[in-house]
């Protein structure tokens, strides 16, 4: 199977969470995609152009999953143009100041989505479901243009949730978050069944996602402590959710940002389950995947260089 084929079938795989999605957050999930793809065209285009080399659609291929994946991690009412600014942060610093298809340390969808919470976390915030805000497409294109103000509107995840419980218990934070969490499970089984899909198709491999979901859900499960106010949070919760199924399945396994050797990869795997958790339960932000893949990305030819020398001592500098 060929790179384009691969690409091709990513793209299946990412249709039924892309449809749940879409059925829960509505259609402003269908057009961040739209715009992601059809950005992403034309600058892969003058990229390519610029920096001299041959149009290829390999490379234009890969420009649109990487919008598309972005897409897929952004709010329904975010406005264009920061959906814009992150696929052009995306392509440019993620992937052709490198060199361009197949050259990149880090993955690009990832670098766009951390640019994009870096300068607007409170716009990437707003998970609206379709249930609680204006639904028609006119309306939804009219904030998204920026038309319209949407500052009346929230939607916090259960993530964002569980960050500013303000000392519930886990029993008494689940009354609050057991709607929005039953949201983000549909949306992450519909990325679970594209993860199988992925799988039978041979186009990644089981090690990895389990690795990543070991790192994360051992940790969970050691800092639950039954629920109580000073809990991390359940293994079910951290598994489904924030960008834990879409991570594991379509974003960990990028081939080009990960490291090259099969131990290598069950490290880096831990690493970016660990990080997660880490983030989640410490730091400044709700979920942190996109900060562990990146900095788990940094680390990766350190790790595969470390694994070769284990593995064959003194032929390695």
Request: charged share 5%; net charge neutral; glycine share 10%.
């Amino acid at each position: 199977m060929n790179s384009q084929q691969i690409m091709i079938h990513t793209g299946y795989a990412l249709m039924p969470g892309f449809l749940l999605a879409t059925y829960i957050f509505g259609i402003g999930i269908v057009i961040n995609v739209i715009v992601a793809i059809i950005a992403a065209l034309i600058l892969e285009t003058c990229l390519q152009r610029l920096s001299q080399k041959p149009t290829s659609g390999v490379a234009t291929s890969s420009g649109c999953l990487t919008a598309v994946l972005l897409a897929l991690c952004l709010p329904p009412l975010l406005p264009l143009t920061y959906l814009i600014f992150g696929v052009i942060f995306a392509l440019v610093f993620g992937k052709y100041v490198y060199g361009g298809l197949g050259q990149n340390l880090f993955n690009p969808a990832m670098v766009g989505y951390a640019a994009l919470i870096l300068s607007a976390p409170l716009a990437l915030s707003q998970w609206v479901p379709v249930s609680s805000a204006v639904t028609d497409w006119q309306t939804v294109v009219a904030i998204k243009l920026q038309l319209v103000q949407a500052d009346g509107y929230t939607g916090a995840t259960a993530l964002d949730l569980l960050r500013n419980r303000a000392g519930l218990t886990m029993a008494e934070y689940w009354l609050s978050a057991e709607s929005v969490f039953g949201d983000q499970v549909l949306i992450a089984l519909g990325y679970l069944i594209g993860g199988v899909y992925l799988l039978r198709k041979n186009i990644i491999t089981l090690s990895l996602p389990i690795a990543m979901l070991l790192g994360l859900l051992i940790p969970s499960l050691l800092f639950y402590d039954a629920g109580s106010s000073g809990s991390m949070g359940s293994p079910v919760l951290h598994a489904f959710a924030g960008a834990t199924v879409i991570g594991a399945f379509f974003i960990i396994t990028d081939p080009v940002s990960s490291p090259n050797t099969q131990v290598g990869l069950l490290i880096y795997g831990v690493m970016i389950g660990l990080l997660t958790f880490l983030i989640r339960s410490f730091g400044a932000y709700p979920d942190g995947l996109a900060f562990a893949v990146l900095l788990a990305n940094a680390c990766g030819p350190l790790i595969d260089h470390v694994v070769r020398q284990m593995q064959s001592p003194g032929q390695l500098s």
